[in-house]
């Protein structure tokens, strides 16, 4: 069992949420924590607690984006984010994010339903 034990926990990622901007402001104290590998910013959520929803390039989100990525690397983690196509994650990953979630089971699914429907109209 000890065996099993060391590489269960040497394989596995330990994400936490940044989604609020109490989260950004104790990111250092999150990031101390021995275990966590990444941070993935959930943008929508973050933008709302910030007072500008999904206003991305907007100072305050900036900021918020920019603590998060130093205290990642200061601490030799990874940064991570959700987007929905692959420009917006080519320029996130631009920024410093190494984690990349593409899109999300809705719009996957309703995108796979869509192009069903359209096939089966044609």
Same mark, same amino acid.
């Given at each position: 069992?000890? !065996?099993?034990?060391?590489?269960?926990?040497? =394989?596995?990622?330990?994400?936490? $949420?940044?989604?609020?901007? @109490? @989260?950004?402001? *104790?990111?250092? =104290?999150?990031?101390?924590?021995? +275990?966590?590998?990444?941070?993935?910013?959930?943008?929508?959520?973050? *933008?709302? *607690? /910030?007072?500008?929803?999904? =206003?991305?390039?907007?100072?305050?989100?900036?900021?918020?984006?920019?603590?998060? /990525?130093?205290? &990642? %690397?200061? %601490? !030799? $983690? @990874? @940064?991570? &984010?959700?987007v929905a196509n692959p420009e917006q994650g080519r320029q996130w990953v631009a920024k410093g994010f190494r984690m990349v979630v593409y *899109? !999300?089971?809705? +719009?996957?699914?309703? +995108?796979?339903?869509?192009? +069903?429907?359209?096939?089966? %109209?044609?």
């Amino acid at each position: 069992m000890p !065996g099993t034990m060391r590489t269960a926990d040497a =394989q596995t990622l330990v994400t936490v $949420k940044i989604e609020t901007a @109490a @989260a950004v402001r *104790s990111i250092e =104290q999150i990031m101390d924590v021995d +275990g966590i590998d990444v941070a993935v910013i959930g943008h929508t959520d973050l *933008s709302l *607690s /910030l007072g500008v929803p999904l =206003q991305l390039d907007h100072p305050d989100f900036v900021a918020a984006i920019d603590a998060v /990525l130093a205290a &990642c %690397r200061r %601490r !030799g $983690k @990874a @940064a991570g &984010c959700v987007v929905a196509n692959p420009e917006q994650g080519r320029q996130w990953v631009a920024k410093g994010f190494r984690m990349v979630v593409y *899109s !999300g089971d809705i +719009g996957l699914l309703g +995108g796979a339903l869509e192009a +069903g429907f359209e096939r089966l %109209r044609a």
